[in-house]
């Protein structure tokens, strides 16, 4: 399966940046693809158009999530996630140099807080950035699920 490309056409489907990144891993999710796009469905805008944390990263931190097994003790558990997330959501600020809506978006002309989301046209695609980092978060986490076995290349 080409991760990147269900991903970017999820996106291209007008689901936001953290559905598209999750739905490209619901092969291996035990979550339902509906449930799926309900639990990532106000990640995007950087939560709800706050600009905050890139829904794309926020996507890392789902997939993760879901996968994790529970080692029986809520400190640990809380450590052990933290840790695998934050290990990749480095190397995603590293690549873009910020984890922020708004700062990855700064360029972008008539960037809004507004919680009315952006018509999706072609324009709107031809000069968002979004996908870039939909692509590196979809990456970073295939290399990681493949890196610890729990998907094959």
């Known amino acids: ?9 999820c996106f291209k489907e007008g689901y936001n940046c953290a559905q598209a990144v999750i739905m490209a891993f619901s092969d291996v999710l035990p979550i339902d693809e509906q449930l799926l796009l309900k639990i990532s469905s106000a990640f995007g805008g950087g939560f709800a158009r706050t600009r905050n944390l890139c829904g794309a990263v926020a996507g890392i931190g789902m997939v993760l999530g879901v996968l994790k097994d529970s080692l029986g003790n809520v400190a640990e558990d809380k450590k052990d996630i933290y840790e695998k997330v934050r290990s990749l959501t480095d190397k995603f600020e590293e690549m873009n140099s910020s984890l922020l809506c708004g700062e990855l978006l700064k360029n972008m002309k008539n960037i809004t807080k507004d919680y009315v989301p952006s018509e999706r046209t072609a324009e709107y ?13 979809t990456k970073l986490t295939e290399d990681y699920l493949i ?7």
Request: with cysteine; hydrophobic share 40%.
């Open 125 to 137: 695609y031809a000069a968002r950035p979004c996908v870039k980092f939909i692509l590196d978060a």
């Open 147 to 153: 890196e610890q076995g729990i998907i094959k290349e």
């Open 1 to 9: 399966m080409d991760r990147q490309q269900k991903a970017y056409e």
